[in-house]
């Protein structure tokens, strides 16, 4: 089984910056998507962000288009979601996703972000 394990999250001033990491376990990481996803107290959780298995396509979010940068590091098994420009609205517990080749999709446990005067 995929082991996801997210870091990086924290306090931060509106207009700051963070940086999550997700490292993950398994030699599958290399030939699958991966993502982001977040959820702000009493919202549905949303999509942030995808890389392709080599990294070549990146997708997002508008509302984090410009501001938010995911990239991979392949021999490392880790990505890496750089946040810039933070808001407030973008306060939320944000997931690590893995989409498998075989369409299953395998989450982290989430790391808080809040962004805060």
């Known amino acids: 089984q995929v082991q996801l394990v997210e870091s990086g999250g924290g306090l931060v001033q509106p207009g700051g910056s963070l940086k999550l990491s997700c490292a993950a376990s398994?030699?599958?990481?290399?030939?699958?998507?991966m993502g982001w996803y977040r959820q702000a107290p009493g919202k549905q959780r949303e999509f942030v962000a995808r890389?392709?298995?080599?990294?070549?396509?990146?997708y997002y979010a508008d509302s984090v288009k410009g501001r938010f940068t995911l990239s991979r590091e392949n021999a490392k098994n880790t990505v890496d979601l750089q946040m810039n420009s933070l808001k407030s609205e973008d306060s939320a517990v944000y997931y690590c996703?893995?989409?498998?080749?075989?369409?299953?999709?395998?989450w982290g446990q989430g790391t808080q972000v809040i962004v805060s005067s």
């Open positions: 996703v893995l989409y498998e080749p075989s369409g299953t999709t395998d």
């Open positions: 398994g030699s599958i990481f290399r030939t699958s998507a």
């Open positions: 890389i392709t298995s080599g990294g070549g396509s990146t």
